[in-house]
């Protein structure tokens, strides 16, 4: 967002209607009485023998103030980058927000939420507010809860369209119940760790992106990153990173967003930097002391 403004700077300096002229031959100075606004433009400026004549100190001070202000404003502007190429134009010919990946788009975050899970609803039926819709899908379907019964169910039922939510609940009670995931995961059959450790899972989008919107559906692709593992002393299963990129299928139901296929595949992933891994201690801490965020495009 660029400030509009005059840059043009102006003065407000008084003026002395009495100009002296050259000594008489009789040694007296002769004063002539010129009419306002009557300078000679071609003759040297007036000067005023007076406080009166002179600007005000205080109202040199305001304009010097003033300019700098401007001049401060500008710089700031100019730090949020050319606007030719980075924001789209008053006559629609630059990139629409949407198309500009992580970039805000101003439009409010949402306030309602499902009073059983949490999970931010009552999206805006706009590109904006299917983005918004599917980042929080993306948090909710990739958190601890879900390796839970109850709340699978819960937050299956809250973000699906009715129709997919009993489809979809079928197929992942069906996988959970063999015990695989859950075993493979470190957990037991209930969907908990063992005693003294914390079971991690927390997806944190990077962006999205439309890749169609036809009004009542629409297709958003989520960028995210992954945490998955077991934080404590002696697990076999530390907490790591993964990324992947979550596709949803959504519908306009009922004054909402709501899924009807959701696909995930692996990446983009970046090449990961030479750092220290936290101790099994303090991933549990962080985890457990970070809380997550209500994702707006």
């Known amino acids: ?61 305001v304009v010097g103030v003033v300019v700098l202000l401007i001049a401060a404003i500008a ?14 134009s008053d006559d629609g010919s630059g990139p629409s927000a949407s ?67 009993t489809a979809r609940l079928k197929r992942l009670d069906k996988a959970f119940s063999g015990d695989k995931i859950l075993s493979n995961a470190g957990l037991d059959s209930s969907g908990n760790p063992p005693d003294g450790m914390t079971f991690v899972s927390r997806t944190n989008p990077v962006g999205t992106k439309v890749e169609t919107f036809k009004g009542d559906t629409a297709r958003i692709a989520v960028w995210q990153s992954l945490l998955f593992g077991i934080a404590g002393e002696g697990s076999t299963r530390p907490v790591s990173e993964s990324w992947h990129t979550d596709t949803f299928e959504l519908q306009w139901i009922k004054g909402d967003w709501k899924v009807t296929k959701y696909t995930q595949k692996d990446g983009p992933a970046p090449v990961g930097r030479d750092q220290a891994a936290a101790s099994a201690e303090d991933m549990a801490n962080a985890v457990e002391g970070f809380g997550g965020f209500t994702y707006a495009r």
């Open 75 to 88: 710089f700031a502007n100019r730090g949020s980058g050319d606007s030719s190429s980075d924001s789209g």
């Open 1 to 61: 967002m660029s400030l509009g403004g005059d840059d043009g700077y102006g003065g407000d300096y008084g003026q002395d209607p009495i100009r002296s002229g050259g000594a008489s031959s009789g040694g007296h100075l002769t004063r002539t009485r010129l009419p306002e606004g009557d300078d000679d433009p071609f003759g040297p400026p007036r000067r005023g023998g007076g406080r009166a004549g002179r600007p005000s100190r205080n109202l040199v001070t």
């Open 99 to 165: 198309s500009r990946a992580t970039a805000p788009t101003g439009e409010r975050p949402v306030e309602g939420k499902d009073g059983v899970t949490g999970i931010a609803s009552g999206f805006a039926k706009t590109e904006q507010g299917a983005q918004s819709a599917a980042a929080n899908y993306a948090v909710a379907l990739g958190s601890a809860d879900m390796f839970k019964t109850t709340g699978r169910r819960q937050i299956v039922n809250a973000i699906y369209a009715p129709d997919a939510a």
